[in-house]
């Protein structure tokens, strides 16, 4: 029962509460719980996925110590700004598309 950790951003009322309810709100929009299985991780995020995929806003972000994975985190993500995680030598780095403005500062 690894620490749980739920960062949200931008995001409705309704998601403090839920989480609020399940675990410490550490700062506005930051919850934590230390011992929280995999069944009931996975519920909230059942949750907290189904929210947002009808209200499209904010971006929520749900990671844990998982030693099977790259990196030793286990990670899900939702919302903008979109990000890739990816695995490199098992790293896990965020991988993001260059806009054009930031495309044309790079030197050749």
Known sequence: MPLT????RDVED???G?????????APGVYAQP???AG???RIWAVVEEWHTR???GSIVMCWAEPASAGGLGLCVLGEPP???VTHE???LVRRALSSRQASTQPP
């Open 5 to 8: 950790v739920v960062i949200t």
């Open 14 to 16: 309704r998601y403090r």
């Open 18 to 26: 839920f989480l609020g309810s399940a675990m410490l709100e550490l």
């Open 35 to 37: 011992r929280m299985s």
């Open 40 to 42: 009931v991780r996975g």
């Open 55 to 57: 209200l499209r806003r």
């Open 83 to 85: 990000k890739d995680v």
């Open 90 to 92: 098992s790293i896990l």
